[in-house]
């Protein structure tokens, strides 16, 4: 099994930054790539990034793309997103995602965002 730590969450105003961490534990050796998704007042939950744990490779939403950067540091089992010129748009719980080579993934509780006008 992974387990999967968020922190970093809060409150931003408007244009503002947060940097979210999630850090995994477990087998870790068996993860193929890690991700962010949020859940936004009154809509489902939706991708944000993702990045390959064992390879170059990261992608996201159109809605975050330029705003947003995912990383990655392999040695802490820990993966990152710099939230920049955030929106209020942006307001959330958002949630980390492993998952593993074999096809199984793993979530996090979640860490509320909330951006303020």
């Known amino acids: 099994q992974v387990q999967l730590v968020e922190s970093g969450g809060g409150l931003a105003q408007a244009g503002g930054s947060l940097r979210l961490s999630c850090a995994a534990s477990g087998r870790t050796f068996s993860i193929y790539s890690m991700g962010w998704y949020r859940r936004s007042p009154g809509k489902e939950r939706e991708f944000v990034a993702s990045?390959?744990?064992?390879?170059?490779?990261?992608y996201y939403a159109d809605s975050v793309k330029g705003r947003f950067t995912i990383s990655r540091d392999n040695a802490k089992n820990t993966v990152y997103l710099q939230m920049n010129s955030l929106k209020p748009e942006d307001t959330g719980i958002y949630y980390c995602k492993a998952v593993l080579g074999s096809g199984g993934d793993y979530w996090g509780q979640g860490t509320q965002v909330t951006v303020s006008s």
């Open positions: 990045i390959l744990w064992s390879a170059v490779g990261t």
